[in-house]
């Protein structure tokens, strides 16, 4: 019964700035990886960016040096910080929590999505 909710999301000139925010239902401890996906019009969902449990960080290449992923374990939350912001960037951003070990998949669970739209 994991809930994940994202906000944050909105229409933003090319070159500015969003903050999207996850909040999880329980303790983001219980969850190996959290991330965040997004998906385009007639584009796959890709992974944007991730973050472990010992804080360790990954990134797609399209958004290396612009994005941000951090947690707020008391808070619960998952953060995404966006700044250089590209049209190519607007989608829908997907919050995704992973229960279990890199090793074993226990759960996988994912926000509603909440759009974000870069006009040039």
Do not use: H
């Amino acid at each position: 019964q994991v809930q994940l909710v994202e906000s944050g999301g909105g229409l933003v000139q090319a070159g500015g700035s969003l903050r999207l925010s996850c909040a999880a239902s329980e303790s983001i401890f219980n969850f190996y990886v959290m991330g965040w996906y997004r998906q385009a019009p007639g584009k796959q969902r890709e992974l944007v960016a991730a973050i472990t449990g010992g804080s360790r960080t990954n990134y797609a290449d399209s958004v290396k040096g612009r994005f941000t992923i951090s947690r707020d374990n008391a808070k619960n939350t998952v953060y995404l910080q966006m700044n250089s912001l590209k049209p190519e960037d607007t989608a829908v951003y997907y919050c995704n929590a992973k229960r279990g070990s890199i090793d074993f998949l226990v759960g996988n669970y994912w926000g509603q999505g909440t759009q974000v739209t870069v006009s040039s």
